[in-house]
C-alpha cells in the first residue's frame, strides 16, 4: 500500500532551479521522517536533505545548504526539494526517502524509496 512516487528532475543549467516532489500514498505524514538522498556515477550514496515529523529535526548537507529547501504539503501528501543554484555537482540520481517513527539522525534510510529522478547540470 505504501507507495512513494519521486518526480521533477531534468536538465538544467548551472544556476538554474528544479523542484522535485515526492508524492507519498499509504502513509501519514504524523511520526515521520522525510528526505532525500543522491548518488552520482562512481560516488557515495549521500543524505542531502531530511524533515521529521517524529522528533521534529532536520538536516541539510553541508554542500547543499543555503541552495536546497524541503518542504511538506500535508494535503496533497507530497514532500519537495526546492534546488536553487545549482551546480554541475549536484548531478546525481536524486531518491525521496520516507520512514516512519524515525529523525533525522536515525537510519531513516531503511524506510520506503521511491524510485529516484535524475538531475543533470551542465557547467
Known amino acids: 500500500e505504501v507507495k512513494l512516487v519521486d518526480s521533477g528532475g531534468g536538465l538544467v543549467q548551472a544556476g538554474g532551479s528544479l523542484r522535485l516532489s515526492c508524492a507519498a500514498s499509504g502513509l501519514t505524514f504524523d511520526d515521520i521522517a522525510m528526505g532525500w538522498f543522491r548518488q552520482a556515477p562512481g560516488k557515495e550514496r549521500e543524505a542531502v536533505s531530511c524533515?521529521?515529523?517524529?522528533?521534529?529535526?532536520?538536516y541539510t548537507a553541508g554542500s547543499v545548504a543555503g541552495r536546497f529547501t524541503i518542504s511538506i504539503d500535508n494535503v496533497k501528501k507530497t514532500f519537495y526539494l526546492q534546488m536553487n543554484s545549482l551546480r554541475p555537482e549536484d548531478t546525481a540520481v536524486y531518491y525521496c526517502?520516507?520512514?516512519?517513527?524515525?529523525?533525522?539522525?536515525?537510519?531513516?534510510?531503511?524506510?520506503?524509496w521511491g524510485q529516484g529522478t535524475q538531475v543533470t547540470v551542465s557547467s
Open positions: 524533515i521529521s515529523t517524529s522528533d521534529g529535526s532536520f
Open positions: 526517502v520516507a520512514r516512519r517513527g524515525f529523525g533525522c539522525y536515525e537510519n531513516y534510510q531503511n524506510g520506503y
